[in-house]
């Protein structure tokens, strides 16, 4: 199992970012997927997840209608676009493989992260 993050950086207060995981060496259209934040200091946050294939996904509070987790399948390939970007979302960026097709809140729930994208916003 192989997951590779990318896309993150350093942007401005209210810019935008879209990160992407790549994956490898499992059947990534079998699988729940989520993006999870690690800030300084902080524990390990689930941000967004989606099904395997029916495209209902989750998001925590604090990104509501700003970030979006989509998928790809045919390209084993997962995405979060991340819009009007705050201080507050600076941390690193993982994607996680959940151990089955609906996605869970709890981190038990997933079996396998990439090494993650640093994601940094400031003035």
């Known amino acids: 199992e192989r997951l590779v993050e990318s896309g993150g950086g350093l942007v401005q207060p209210g810019g935008s970012l879209r990160l992407s995981c790549a994956a490898s060496?499992?059947?990534?259209?079998?699988?729940?997927m989520g993006w999870f934040r690690r800030a300084p200091g902080k524990a390990s946050e689930l941000v967004a997840a989606?099904?395997?294939?029916?495209?209902?996904?989750y998001y925590t509070d604090s990104v509501k209608g700003r970030f979006t987790i989509a998928r790809d399948n045919a390209l084993n390939t997962l995405y979060l676009e991340m819009n009007n970007l705050k201080p507050e979302d600076t941390a690193v960026y993982s994607c996680?493989?959940?151990?089955?097709?609906?996605?869970?809140?709890?981190?038990?729930?997933?079996?396998?992260w990439g090494q993650g994208t640093q994601v940094t916003v400031t003035s």
């Open positions: 996680g493989k959940s151990k089955g097709t609906l996605f869970r809140l709890a981190q038990q729930s997933y079996d396998y």
């Open positions: 989606i099904n395997s294939d029916d495209d209902r996904t």
């Open positions: 060496g499992f059947n990534f259209n079998l699988y729940a």
